[in-house]
């Protein structure tokens, strides 16, 4: 009988916890780019540059983004739990680290990205990046986009194949990811990029320049780090060229401190 009693119990509490590991629940994600102002000088970019395309773009959205303070639930996504939200003013501890990058001899802040999304799958794999296009290149010849449209119809009325997207090289770019499984997780995949020697040094009348010149006349520092993270703490992922300061928080009003260890 006691074996009995102390089986339902602990059958009791064990539905109890998976309830809450599995309770809805959202956070937001600030990340502060930086970069040193004396990098290492025995360094060795790449000279291909990553297409992160296919990463989910929030600012290519046509959609408002959310101007919430953090720590207070937004209204915005509130009617889709799983939205994933761009929001554009800084918190104030992110805005404080900004202040204080700016005025600091070593450092330089270059980018602020923040966003909303819960803590269930599907996680998303969000790209950051800042405005700067260093330049753009299409997927495949005219000729070619042509042939996939097909025939220009005989009415005059515009073919149905929308014509393929630009891919965008920015100054800035990479992706992010903020997932949730047993604990709080953040990887990111971030390249800072810059003119080739080759390209700063070319003569002026030269036909190549970064505005036009494809991937190759560019120079690309990684970061790539996964980590285990916790709300309310300001993480630095640091590289011998530029680093991230994020700061993840919960949104919910009525959170507790549980999902400091999540």
Known sequence: MIYRI?????????????EVQGQERRYRIELLVLSHLDPASDLMPGTE???YSAALDLLARTAKPIDAPAGSAADGPAADPHAVVWIETPSETMQL??????????FRPELYFSWEQSNQQPFPLVRVHDAAV??????????????A???APQTGVAAATPAPALTRYYRIDGAASFRKT???????DL??????????????????????????????????????????????????????????????????DTDLHD
């Open 6 to 18: 102390f089986l339902i119990l602990f059958s009791i509490l064990l539905l109890s916890s998976q």
């Open 49 to 51: 540059l990553t297409d």
């Open 97 to 106: 680290a900004w202040q204080r990058l700016r005025s600091s001899s070593g």
């Open 134 to 147: 260093l330049f753009e290149e299409e997927p495949f010849p005219a000729s070619l986009a042509e042939t």
């Open 149 to 151: 449209a097909g025939p």
């Open 182 to 188: 047993r604990f709080l997780h953040l990887d990111l």
């Open 191 to 256: 390249e800072f990029r810059a003119p080739a020697p080759s390209v700063i040094d070319a003569p002026a009348n030269t036909a190549v320049t970064p505005a036009i010149s494809p991937a190759f006349a560019f120079e690309a520092h990684a970061l790539q780090q996964s980590r285990r993270v916790q709300t309310r703490e300001i993480e630095y992922f640091d590289g011998p060229v530029f680093g991230v300061l994020a700061l993840i928080t919960r949104l919910e009003a009525e959170a507790d």
